[in-house]
């Protein structure tokens, strides 16, 4: 059954923009991406990349479609409708012996979602990002003809559909391989450093050994403490190690209506509270949610971020750049007056497959930044250093970057343009990112 078309007001995670959209949702996904401009699956992307290009676009949103296709038990291969949440995903596949990989850092995301970040996690130096393990794709593309995409079947499309921001096309299903696991609990270890050097240090010694890592650091602290931070790393625990119960799936509360806690202020306790409770060395088995999905603890966090919505600026730096790039990025950011809410670091691998996927070798910063007058200013200022030593910006995350800045950042972009025009000359699919980055029309 297809529903009809409703109008109603949309965002990304981040409450900015907001827009007035018409969007179909049903469990068919062939009949509502037909004659839709763009798909849109959880709403978890933070800008403008899941919002409609022009007025009177439709949306697909994919979320009823949430049917497995096969599972092959043997080589740990399934193919599912994109509709399919990683929550399902790891609900279903855990108690089974197998994870997801290159699983972000929510469960609440859709496979299409995934397939179109090309999204990554604390381990992307050791898997790097989803696509590479993806095996195929079926779409719809924006002559209306539904394909199955491989590395086999037009893997040009392929490419660019991985981390293409869901402008090459509609995706129906998603065939990847899973990763057996030895237990579902992690082994997980904690240790806070005093200063960026020492923390940036220790994640990057960390990834050697470790398959998951990730810093968190305190960016509201003062002086010499600047960019003090914790740096977690775990792995899956070996059956020995582990409980021999499953680890029971958690139904976090959510938070109801947008209630503004989270400012400079409460963040600066909090930072305080969590460096001096964790910079002690820790070592433990711990639950895969509390791990991997910390901000996952109540639904809808979001609504705790200030009223006027927030950002979060993800770079990533090439290893060249140093830690002097990353104390630059952050001096920056202080000095044009943006507020730093949480800022977490990771380490990233080299570039995947996807023609436009975020990842390359080097330093991931991430910072939550609420939408006031000084953000935009702070956004181009960081954007003129990052284009400048060779990192890139973050496309499920952006929602300030000016097309200047893109096009300096990305000298893959025509590259990919090009796949884009071949199968779909008029844009016909678009999102509002790509009005604003690439000046599709609206
Ligand atoms: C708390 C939090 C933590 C996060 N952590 C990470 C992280 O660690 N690593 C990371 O990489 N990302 C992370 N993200 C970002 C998130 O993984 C991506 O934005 C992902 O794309 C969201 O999936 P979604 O289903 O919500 O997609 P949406 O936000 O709805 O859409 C995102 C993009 O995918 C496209 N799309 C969605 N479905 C389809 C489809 N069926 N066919 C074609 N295109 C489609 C949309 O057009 C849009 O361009 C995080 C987000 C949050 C809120």
Known sequence: MTVEGQRGALSGWGRHPVVVARHRRSENLEAI?????????????????????????????????????????????????????????????????????????????????????????????????????????????????????????????????????????????????LRPMPSGWVLAESQGYGDLESTVEAL?????????????????????????????????????????????????????????????????????????????????????????????????????????????YQVVLPTSAGVEGCRRVLDIMVQRGAVPLLCVLKDFGGEGKGMLSFPKAGLSIAVDLPITDRTQVAVDAMNDFVAGVGGRVYLAKDTLTRPEHFRAMEPRLSAWQAVRRRWDPEARIRSALSVRLFGDPI
């Not at 924006?142 to 040009?156: K, Y």
């Not at 963040?267 to 088995?285: C, K, P, V």
């Not at 711990?286 to 950002?311: C, I, Q």
């Open 33 to 177: 991406t037909r004659g839709a401009t763009l798909s849109r699956g959880l709403g978890r992307s933070y800008g403008d990349a899941s919002l409609p290009g022009t007025i009177d676009g439709t949306l697909a949103v994919t979320t009823a479609a949430d049917r497995f296709c096969w599972f092959d038990a043997e080589r740990g291969v399934v193919r599912a409708e994109a509709g399919v949440s990683l929550a399902t995903l790891n609900r279903v596949f855990w108690p089974r012996g197998w994870s997801v990989p290159s699983s972000p850092g929510t469960q609440q995301v859709t496979l299409g979602g995934m397939v179109a970040a090309d999204v990554h996690g604390k381990s992307h130096h050791s898997e790097g990002c989803f696509g590479e393990h993806v095996r195929s794709v079926r779409m719809r593309v924006a002559d209306e003809r539904i394909l199955e995409v491989s590395e086999d079947e037009q893997p040009e499309l392929f490419r660019a559909t991985l981390g293409g921001m869901g402008l090459t096309g509609h995706l129906l299903e998603v065939e990847f391989q």
């Open 204 to 312: 990057r010694s960390a990834g050697s050994e470790w398959p998951h890592t990730l810093a968190w650091i305190d960016l509201l602290a003062g002086g010499s403490a600047f960019g003090r931070g914790v740096v977690e790393r775990g792995r899956r625990a070996d059956p020995g190690e582990a409980p021999s119960r499953l680890p029971a799936p958690r139904f976090p509360p959510a938070i109801p209506f947008v209630f503004p806690l989270i400012s400079g202020t409460t963040m600066r306790l909090a930072n305080i509270a969590r460096y001096w409770s964790r910079r002690l060395y820790r070592r433990g088995i711990v639950h895969p949610d509390a791990f991997f999905y910390p901000l996952d603890v109540v639904g809808w966090l979001n609504r705790l971020y200030p009223r006027a919505g927030f950002t979060q």
